[in-house]
């Protein structure tokens, strides 16, 4: 089987589509999900059914010029690290990967991959869950890009369609055009001031999911939450598209706000709790995943409020993901034998190299 750092997304020198790296937009998901006509929503299909008619999505994808690059993975022939580290890189949702029978993903490799990753899921929830996501606030690029692959697909194969209710799909919040764009953002001032629990009713209130960023029924750790759209019917996709803009312009608006109050109220406190960060980050041995967010969250505000300045300017998104436990074993080839101190110790250490000047 190939190797699967061969899929994952290759690294980029950009400057996140013109944002700071200290965006609180820190990366964009666009998802469309179809259903084949006259076929069963994978929940009620055996494997056998299910292989069926991933074979029928793959021999379309591999007739079709645009497509045909997409490289195919069996969930159930690659390892529990290499679903890990595909999760990450492709912000797949733990859900999909926690069953493996009769389900697949679409890929593009690595040699191809533009500034979007694009993953193709197979027989989770619907027949296809078509997925680009990026850096930063990139919600129009995504989409256009989401868009293009499902007509794409559409061509060659008939999807089940209503006249009434529109795209058809095994969760009824999704008919319609069923159409989902999410955005992983860092709100560590707003998340401990007042203003949140209006912020999530709010949101919750227009028809929005919120929960951690690695899905919404995850816990939020390092101040990082995901917003989703979770409602479809009776809305078009530029409608759904519009909103998200117009809510990113919020978060970022209630996000900085609280920044200017904790300053205002609390800078003593604030440029404390910075530095405390900084000792841990800069002395400790070990650090878990979950400490590790939660000190470097409070280290990106240091900078972005210029409480502190003698670290190098880090990409949060992109050092969580260097950091993971599966990145780091995979990257250090540490194998099996790993133990949780041995894991830990060389997040640590991975941790300075990145944030520490020379």
């Known amino acids: 089987m190939n190797d699967i750092r061969n899929f994952l997304p290759e690294e980029k020198n950009s400057s996140r589509n013109g944002q700071e790296k200290g965006s609180i937009i820190l990366s964009t998901r ?145 008919l319609g055009t069923a159409l989902e764009v999410s955005l992983i ?68 608006d209630e996000e900085k706000s609280s920044r200017r109050e904790l300053l205002k109220k609390d800078s003593l406190g604030a440029k404390d709790n910075v530095c405390r960060s900084y000792g841990l980050l800069k002395y400790a041995k070990i650090l878990s995943f979950e400490e590790a967010l939660e000190l470097l969250s409070i280290l990106r505000l240091g900078l972005d409020l210029r409480i502190i300045e003698k670290i190098k300017d880090f990409d949060f998104f992109k050092l969580i993901n260097t950091v993971s436990d599966s990145h780091i074993i995979s990257s250090f080839e540490m194998g099996k034998k790993a133990t949780d101190d041995d894991i830990d110790q060389k997040r640590a250490d991975l941790i300075r190299e990145k944030i520490l000047e020379d």
């Open 185 to 252: 953002v860092h709100l560590p001032a707003l998340a401990i001031s007042p203003e949140i629990a209006d912020f999530i009713k709010n949101l919750t209130k227009i028809g929005y999911a919120i929960g951690g960023f690695s899905g919404k029924d995850s816990e939020v750790i390092g101040n990082l939450f995901r917003i989703s759209s979770s409602r479809t019917l009776g809305k078009s996709e530029k409608e759904i598209v519009e909103e998200m803009h117009a809510i990113c312009l919020n978060i970022v």
């Open 30 to 174: 666009v998802s469309i999900s179809r259903n084949l006509a006259n076929y069963k929503f994978p929940s009620s299909c055996s494997t056998k059914e299910k292989n069926r008619l991933i074979g029928t999505i793959r021999d379309c994808a591999s007739r079709t010029d645009k497509l045909s690059d997409l490289c195919f993975l069996k969930l159930s022939e690659i390892s529990d690290m290499e679903r890990l580290i595909m999760a990450n890189d492709y912000q797949i949702d733990d859900d999909f990967i926690s069953k493996m029978s009769g389900r697949g993903i679409l890929v593009m490799p690595r040699h191809s991959i533009r500034e979007n990753a694009i993953a193709i899921l197979l027989c989770w929830d619907d027949h296809i869950r078509i997925q680009v996501s990026g850096p930063g606030s990139i919600i129009d690029e995504s989409y256009s890009s989401a868009v293009e692959i499902e007509k794409l697909f559409e061509s060659r194969l008939l999807f089940s369609f209503d006249k009434q209710w529109g795209y058809l799909t095994s969760n009824p919040a999704s």
